[in-house]
């Protein structure tokens, strides 16, 4: 098992955690340079849900425990 593939299938358990669309759940690098990872599900899921994609991804921060030490918004 790969790291994306790890991390990917760990987002998909907080996604339906909290009732978001699982199809949504997915991780990128946002560079090769550097092991920086990303995930810009919140604004699909604010479009869908009506609701600030802000919101949307403190909520899904908060689910995602020690999976990550350092989040940012």
């Keep these: 098992m ?3 593939f790890y991390l990917n299938s760990k987002l998909k358990e ?3 955690k909290l009732g978001y ?3 949504k759940a997915v991780v990128n690098f946002s560079s090769t340079d550097i092991a920086d990872l990303q995930c810009n599900a919140s604004f699909a899921l ?3 849900l009506h609701t600030s994609p802000i919101v949307i991804a403190d909520n899904i921060v908060s689910q995602c ?3 990550c030490e350092d989040f940012e918004i």
Excluded: H, M, W, Y
Aim: hydrophobic share 40%.
């Design 2 to 4: 790969n790291i994306k």
């Design 21 to 23: 669309d699982t199809s």
């Design 65 to 67: 425990g020690s999976l």
């Design 46 to 48: 604010a479009k869908d």
């Design 14 to 16: 907080v996604f339906a």
